[in-house]
């Protein structure tokens, strides 16, 4: 094959290679990928395990950190994760992935359950906006764990 010929295929390969790659955008441009799950089980307050297409993942919720279940509201919370989702069908939206792990947004009958936790009082917000305006809301009332005196957070805890 001539020089001239082997240029040509290898630029038309690398151009198609280039337009076959996905766009990459910047933070507020990318919407996470949501997909269809199933909870099948309720580790603790913050972490579900959910079946996709035959696969198992652990499950981090997005921007919140509940109780550890040897912190007092710790079996509570995991209690009213478990009534929520387990079983259920949910929506998952993909901010982290992991090796059969990562951080999601969990909706369930499409209810945010992030948002669920923070505005009952049953978990700490890690992250500003709406959720920590909800978790200020349910510390202001007080409920859920903000009705205990001195509330400890799950990242001190688990020093």
Known sequence: MKLANLLTVIGIVGVAAVLAMPVVAGPEETEPHA????CIKVIDGD????RCDKRQVTVDLEGV???ELGQPWGK???SFVRDMVEGRELKVEI???GEGSGTARVLVAGQDLSRLLAERGL???TAGGEL???TEKAKSAPCGLWRDAE???PWEFRE
């Open 35 to 38: 997909v269809s799950a199933t």
């Open 47 to 50: 972490t579900i395990v959910v």
């Open 65 to 67: 950190d509940a109780p």
């Open 76 to 78: 509570e919370v995991r």
């Open 95 to 97: 901010i982290e992935a």
């Open 123 to 125: 978990a700490w917000a």
């Open 132 to 134: 920590r305006d909800l």
């Open 151 to 153: 509330p400890v957070p």
